[in-house]
């Protein structure tokens, strides 16, 4: 185990990393990197089966088990009283500290999924179809006996079943009410960056987004954090800065100033997603955007 001289001023609850091999934990150290721009004093664990020494970690911690699902593990072990447990291919927007506020009355928390194959429906037995798919890419615990022998049968049936996805053994388990817990809203974990093209203040401002793109390809330097720009596009990436903006936790409805983005009017941020709609038009159409420039296949 190593440890980084990174301060906390809440010993009792702490983020944390589970990654195998050398991709996903590079990802993990560019995640944790983008996190801390927001939340810098929080505490951040990482569970690997890689020799990792950085500053971004409060502490490292060595996996028993090389396998999938390192998460299940670090679940059981974390040496927090509230844990939230996040997949390496996710970009934090903000400050998430009320993550753990769920956690005082509940034993996990996860928000909700968007696979509907029948690999995830067609359960044996049967759960009915109105019961919540949930995803375990942020993914909330709170410490009990009773939530380690949890993770201990999440890891029994997922050995067992051979299931492809570890949220499918979540589900049956949470149906069988082995667990009291609690849906995150959807702006905690984002799969579907095309639903900013019709994204409103109204509908709150995105906190973390999870983005399994960015384990399909080099994982870049583990000392950079993530661009959201780069990741997402630039008029998609100032549409969610201007959403975060006018979010009225963050903001209180007041303008200010982001970086070198201002908001003065929603007037503003209509023109911003009509620019959107456009895009999208214009990229169904197979045309494609070039520093804020568009551009049609053969025509450079």
């Keep these: 185990m190593s440890e980084s001289k990174v301060a906390s001023t809440c010993n009792d609850q702490g983020f944390v990393f589970a990654t195998t091999g050398p991709e996903y934990t590079i990802l993990a150290q560019r995640a944790a990197r983008t996190l801390r721009l927001h939340m810098p004093d929080a505490n951040v664990d990482l569970f690997t089966d890689q020799q990792v020494e950085d500053t971004v970690f409060n502490k490292v911690f060595k996996l028993e088990r090389s396998w999938f699902r390192p998460k299940i593990e670090a679940m059981r072990k974390t040496r927090f009283e509230r844990t939230v447990i996040l997949d390496a291919d996710i970009i934090v927007l903000m400050d998430v500290s009320e993550l753990f506020d769920v956690l005082h009355d509940f034993d996990l928390a996860a928000a909700g999924a968007l696979n509907r194959g029948p690999v995830v429906t067609k359960t044996n037995p049967p759960i009915p179809r109105s019961f919540p798919f949930l995803n375990s890419g942020v993914l909330g615990i709170r410490k009990s006996a009773k939530m380690e022998a949890f993770s201990e049968e999440w890891e029994r049936r997922?050995?067992?079943?051979?299931?492809?996805?570890?949220?499918?053994?979540?589900?049956?388990?949470?149906?069988?009410?082995?667990?009291?817990?609690?849906?995150?809203?959807?702006?905690y974990n984002i799969f579907d960056v095309a639903a900013f093209d019709r994204w409103r203040p109204i509908h709150g401002a995105p906190r973390i987004l999870h983005l399994t793109e960015l384990h399909k390809r080099p994982p870049g330097s583990p000392l950079d954090p993530f661009d959201l720009r780069a990741e997402i596009g630039q008029i998609r990436g100032d549409h969610v800065s201007k959403l975060i903006q006018f979010d009225e936790h963050i903001g209180q409805g007041k303008t200010f100033q982001s970086g070198v983005l201002y908001i003065n009017s929603e007037e503003e941020l209509e023109l911003t997603q009509k620019r959107l709609r456009t895009f999208r038009k214009n990229k169904n159409q197979g045309k494609k955007w070039r520093g804020g420039q568009m551009h049609e296949p053969g025509r450079d």
């Design 158 to 187: 997922l050995d067992e079943t051979q299931a492809p996805y570890d949220q499918i053994i979540l589900r049956q388990m949470l149906y069988e009410d082995m667990a009291k817990f609690c849906v995150y809203p959807q702006e």
